[in-house]
């Protein structure tokens, strides 16, 4: 294995390990707000740690402009759709958690 395969490698699995903890927010966090927190973080880091591992890899320039903006797309549509969310959620009501709160 040479070295950019050991790093395309590397970067993939920690951006899988990113998507896993992203889902783990998703399941274990108390409310929407740190829910969405968690999604958005991890989510993003993961997909971006995945795009360097595929750039690594890519055949040509063409494919590597479009995995970042592909990423960057992501990127700006896990904001807008958080932020939605996010406003959705206080105009209905939802409160933030706090740590006396139970679920």
Do not use: C, Q
């Not at 395969?5 to 590397?10: I, K, N, T, V």
């Not at 890519?58 to 807008?80: D, E, Y």
């Amino acid at each position: 294995m040479s070295l950019v395969e050991g790093a395309s490698l590397a970067l993939l699995i920690a951006g899988a390990a990113f998507f896993f903890a992203g889902t783990v927010g998703l399941l274990r966090f108390p409310d929407v707000y740190t829910r969405l927190h968690a999604l958005a973080k991890a989510d993003n880091l993961g997909l971006g740690l995945v795009v360097l591992g595929l750039l690594l890899r890519a055949p040509g320039w063409a494919t590597g402009i479009k995995l970042v903006l592909i990423w960057l797309l992501a990127l700006l549509a896990s904001a807008t759709v958080g932020f939605l969310i996010a406003r959705r959620a206080r105009r209905h009501g939802i409160a933030p958690w706090r740590a006396g709160d139970r679920e």
